[in-house]
């Protein structure tokens, strides 16, 4: 079945630690994203691919840092200068880096502070 | 400008009734605007979307309505059933741009 595997799906960080969160796809689509969803509030940015090797920052990128040295792969790196890492982080993907794709999601990671 | 402003954060419907859920935008050149479903622990996932040459676009039980002149639009759930209780979540952009601009999402749960 295609789709994206995100792993894993709960994740703890301790103080100055930078973790690493996996998005693989096999959809071979071009375009991947990186969004973050707190309680209450829409998904929000911080980074998208549009082609391998290439990526954006989106609204919010700062403490974050991301790879895209394959199609099927976009990690995603929260580094101990994001203050605030507790949400739930979500990978998707599209055919093409256009909004008016559908963008297909994974399951998510959850990122907790220990 | 760059906001979609959704409503209401929260719904509780009956089995059967019609759920509405409201969404609002200031920016005129957007003109793409899907709707995704989000269940528990997982990732939202597209459920239909709607460009502005048409007023109404209805898929089964789902149907978005579009009203260009208020900058609204509305998705409808016909007929609600208890497997409907997600969160839902507008999304605007402009056409061929790379980023939605989401709304807050709206949880609704409908009671058997």
């Known amino acids: 079945d295609g789709g994206i595997t995100q792993s894993p799906k709960y994740l703890f960080r301790k103080e100055g630690q930078n973790v690493t969160l996996s998005c693989e796809q096999n959809l071979n689509h071009d375009a991947m994203y990186w969004y973050r969803q707190d309680p209450g509030q829409g998904l929000r940015l911080i980074y998208y691919s549009q082609i391998v090797n290439d990526f954006q920052k989106g609204d919010i990128a700062e403490g974050y840092s991301v790879s895209r040295e394959k199609k099927e792969s976009f990690p995603l790196t929260v580094t101990s200068a994001q203050k605030n890492p507790t949400a739930f982080y979500l990978c998707?993907?599209?055919?093409?880096?256009?909004?008016?794709?559908?963008?297909?999601f994974g399951d998510g990671t959850r990122l907790s502070i220990l | 400008q760059q906001q979609v402003k959704q409503s209401p954060q929260s719904l509780i419907v009956q089995k059967g009734g019609i759920s509405i859920i409201n969404c609002a935008y200031e920016?005129?050149?957007?003109?793409?605007f899907p709707w995704y479903q989000q269940f528990p622990g997982k990732g939202p996932a597209l459920l239909i979307a709607?460009?502005?040459d048409v007023s109404e676009k209805k898929e089964g039980r789902f149907t978005i309505s579009f009203n260009k002149s208020a900058k609204q639009f509305s998705l409808h759930i016909m007929d609600s059933q208890p497997g409907d209780s997600a969160t839902y979540f507008c999304?605007?952009?402009?056409?061929?741009?790379?980023?939605?601009?989401w709304g807050a999402g709206t949880k609704l749960i409908i009671k058997p």
């Open positions: 999304a605007a952009s402009p056409d061929s741009n790379y980023q939605l601009i």
């Open positions: 998707a993907s599209s055919a093409r880096g256009y909004s008016n794709q559908p963008q297909h």
């Open positions: 920016n005129t050149a957007f003109d793409y």
């Open positions: 709607i460009r502005p």
